[in-house]
């Protein structure tokens, strides 16, 4: 689920279900997550226009912020959401 749209978002060259399941496609995948999807704490910052709200960790929170609004995020929104897409 969301695979062409996490492909999209870190610059896959080919769609990500075409990949066979190897060590090297780990490492691809890996790699390009770490390049295009960044670290960022904006959402607690307080400035204007940050949801200060908290953070949510649920998959339809984290899809809306990296994925739909090409968004980074703390390191564990991050870590969960390659993780999930990675399974």
Same mark, same amino acid.
């Given at each position: ?10 610059? &896959?060259?080919? !769609?990500? *279900?075409?990949?066979? !399941?190897?060590? *090297? +496609?780990?490492?691809?995948?890996? *790699?390009?997550?770490? #390049?295009?999807? !960044? /670290?960022?704490? /904006?959402?607690? +910052?307080?400035? !204007?226009?940050?949801? +200060? ?13 990296? #994925?739909?609004? *090409?968004?980074?995020?703390? &390191? ?6 390659? &993780?999930?897409?990675?399974?």
């Amino acid at each position: 689920e969301h695979l062409e749209l996490y492909g999209q978002r870190i610059g &896959c060259p080919v !769609p990500i *279900q075409s990949l066979p !399941p190897t060590a *090297q +496609t780990l490492t691809l995948l890996h *790699q390009l997550h770490a #390049l295009n999807i !960044p /670290f960022e704490n /904006f959402s607690m +910052t307080g400035l !204007p226009g940050a949801r +200060t709200h908290g953070i949510e960790v649920d998959l339809d929170s984290l899809v809306q912020k990296i #994925l739909v609004a *090409q968004r980074g995020g703390y &390191c564990y929104e991050v870590g969960l959401h390659a &993780c999930t897409r990675m399974r």
